[in-house]
């Protein structure tokens, strides 16, 4: 089968197409004829070689796809269409998935929207409730909105709490299309000091939660703009990764959480009960047209490399798919 | 009545004795004649003019006396003995408790005893448990194990879990009686490398929880201490309070959970709550002789200002208490 590997670290020439035999089977897992498969900002870091999460060369989180073999311990038909979270190899003709992880794609979606749904709902899930406790009296700060996480963030808050949605973007375009989701404030990066607003929208109090893809450069920004008891989720370094003065007594007067979290390199077990709870609490809002996968732009698998290109310019709104079998 | 205040902010000097009337009931509330108070390091702040938590001008957070008055809305008889936090007004002849703050005090302890137990049990039971979730199957470090809360916190994890305990102090002395109290590792942090010592006995994973009364200066170190998806509980700045780089992968990639807290600033109800879940949990392992109240040194009311001393000069084994009424 055809699957993309990384020649050696670097940018995107570095993506290439190698053969490699099916994989094989253990109990429990399911062999996926892969139909999409998405980009994520961490498929970038394992390319330039500064990750090693993934145990397979083949990059590639989460697919879309048939199920074309099923292992003991499975209960899941040939046949059937799915997606999910893989350990590694997803941009391939073929991907094993656990199939504890696989959720079956509603009916009124295409692959491609399947694709773009696993990574970024379940981190948003995790991300939002798991670890930030949004309650329907909270008010959340989610930003880059218009990213694939923040499109999903703003759904799953709208749709299952009554919190208040602020959200930041860089363009008027981006943060039309957060307000269609649901957010009910919407700062555009650029032209706004998001914190004065931030501020100015929930009496000075400040969020109960932030979503923080930023990192570095908007420490003191976010620090400014989190109420006190409020939950700060760290999930990626967009900003920076280096802050270069930190202050304990600020975080100790506003008593602040800071929770710092990667969905990748948790375990099988927890990406299993994450997926068991997605499936059964986020899934059904599929199926009412009340969510829907935010797809960007669909490449051809022999694309990968422009694929990867438009995610570093950061010009998604949205998912990036791979189509790979047809 | 005679009660403590600041003459203005400085140093032992001024702390004035000052002629107050006593004060007056609310409904919930009990007047309770001060038998003892006990010093905490958020007096001292208060006393330099650093923090403004408290609505009284007398210092003192928590106390141990007898009920004299009881209002409506209270069900603890006249003439009890009890301890508890108190909002402020503890250096004084007479201070009001609210009585959903107030413990009994068992039969087999002083009032000496009783005014060491509130606010450092207290803490050490909210930061072991409600924010660091301490298991059974965790390994907790506890930094100045022979400060109030150090000793409070070894006792407690000690004795209502079976997590193994790794403590820190500068002297034999102390490190002695951490062990007794039932710390299984003890590192003279003078003398070694605390966090070598960590890893070496977690099997390089570090600590499940960290109880950090330390701050910037030990900021790196805590951090190679930490296990992936650790809590780190942050509760004071001994060690200073600006930390000059922070790396925020580092963060990501163990997936820390860093939470501040300070316990006296907290709404009434949220100490209500603690209050009630640590009579029901913890008070019976007083009355059971499996935990004691570890009292340091007992001054005269009088020698308030030899008692700030003291704690400042970081001497103390346990809590400094000053007996106030006979």
Same mark, same amino acid.
């Given at each position: 089968?055809?699957?993309?590997?990384?020649?050696?670290?670097?940018?995107?020439?570095?993506?290439?197409?190698?053969?490699?035999?099916?994989?094989?089977?253990?109990?429990?897992?399911?062999?996926?004829?892969?139909?999409?498969?998405?980009?994520?900002?961490?498929?970038?870091?394992?390319?330039?070689?500064?990750?090693?999460?993934?145990?397979?060369?083949?990059?590639?989180?989460?697919?879309?796809?048939?199920?074309?073999?099923?292992?003991?311990?499975?209960?899941?038909?040939?046949?059937?269409?799915?997606?999910?979270?893989?350990?590694?190899?997803?941009?391939?003709?073929?991907?094993?998935?656990?199939?504890?992880?696989?959720?079956?794609?509603? !009916?009124?979606?295409?692959?491609?929207? %399947? +694709?773009?749904?696993? *990574?970024?709902? =379940?981190?948003?899930?995790? $991300?939002?409730?798991?670890?930030?406790?949004?309650?329907?009296?909270?008010?959340?700060?989610?930003?880059?909105?218009?990213?694939?996480?923040?499109?999903?963030?703003?759904?799953?808050?709208?749709?299952?709490?009554?919190?208040?949605?602020?959200?930041?973007?860089?363009?008027?375009?981006?943060?039309?299309?957060?307000?269609?989701?649901?957010?009910?404030?919407?700062?555009?990066?650029?032209?706004?000091?998001?914190?004065?607003?931030?501020?100015?929208?929930?009496?000075?109090?400040?969020? !109960?939660?932030?979503?923080?893809?930023? %990192? +570095?450069?908007?420490? *003191?920004?976010? =620090?400014?703009?989190?109420? $006190?008891?409020?939950?700060?989720?760290?999930?990626?370094?967009?900003?920076?990764?280096?802050?270069?003065?930190?202050?304990?007594?600020?975080?100790?007067?506003?008593?602040?959480?800071?929770?710092?979290?990667?969905?990748?390199?948790?375990?099988?077990?927890?990406?299993?009960?994450?997926?068991?709870?997605?499936?059964?609490?986020?899934?059904?809002?599929?199926?009412?047209?009340?969510?829907?996968?935010?797809?960007?732009?669909?490449?051809?698998?022999?694309?990968?490399?422009?694929?990867?290109?438009?995610?570093?310019?950061?010009?998604?709104?949205?998912?990036?798919?791979?189509?790979?079998?047809?």
């Amino acid at each position: 089968m055809k699957a993309i590997v990384v020649n050696q670290p670097g940018g995107v020439e570095q993506l290439q197409f190698r053969d490699f035999p099916k994989p094989k089977l253990q109990v429990g897992e399911l062999l996926i004829k892969v139909k999409a498969s998405a980009i994520n900002r961490s498929d970038i870091i394992a390319r330039e070689g500064k990750s090693n999460y993934l145990k397979t060369p083949i990059l590639g989180i989460e697919v879309s796809g048939e199920v074309v073999e099923a292992a003991s311990g499975t209960n899941i038909e040939v046949g059937t269409r799915v997606m999910g979270l893989v350990n590694g190899g997803g941009y391939a003709e073929y991907v094993v998935l656990p199939a504890d992880r696989a959720i079956k794609i509603p !009916d009124s979606l295409s692959f491609e929207e %399947g +694709a773009a749904i696993p *990574e970024v709902f =379940l981190t948003a899930y995790q $991300t939002l409730f798991w670890l930030g406790e949004l309650t329907h009296q909270d008010t959340v700060l989610i930003h880059a909105g218009g990213s694939g996480v923040g499109t999903a963030a703003i759904q799953l808050a709208k749709q299952m709490t009554q919190a208040k949605i602020i959200t930041t973007a860089g363009s008027q375009d981006k943060l039309d299309f957060c307000r269609s989701l649901g957010a009910d404030i919407c700062i555009n990066y650029k032209e706004q000091s998001f914190e004065e607003e931030v501020l100015k929208s929930t009496n000075n109090q400040g969020v !109960d939660v932030i979503l923080d893809f930023i %990192g +570095a450069s908007y420490w *003191e920004r976010n =620090l400014k703009s989190l109420k $006190t008891d409020g939950r700060w989720i760290m999930i990626g370094i967009l900003g920076g990764a280096e802050v270069n003065k930190m202050n304990i007594i600020e975080l100790l007067q506003k008593r602040v959480q800071l929770k710092a979290t990667l969905l990748t390199p948790r375990s099988d077990e927890y990406k299993k009960e994450l997926t068991k709870e997605f499936v059964q609490k986020a899934m059904p809002l599929f199926n009412q047209n009340k969510m829907k996968a935010v797809v960007d732009q669909i490449f051809r698998f022999e694309d990968i490399q422009n694929a990867h290109k438009r995610m570093e310019a950061n010009k998604n709104l949205g998912k990036i798919i791979i189509r790979v079998n047809k």
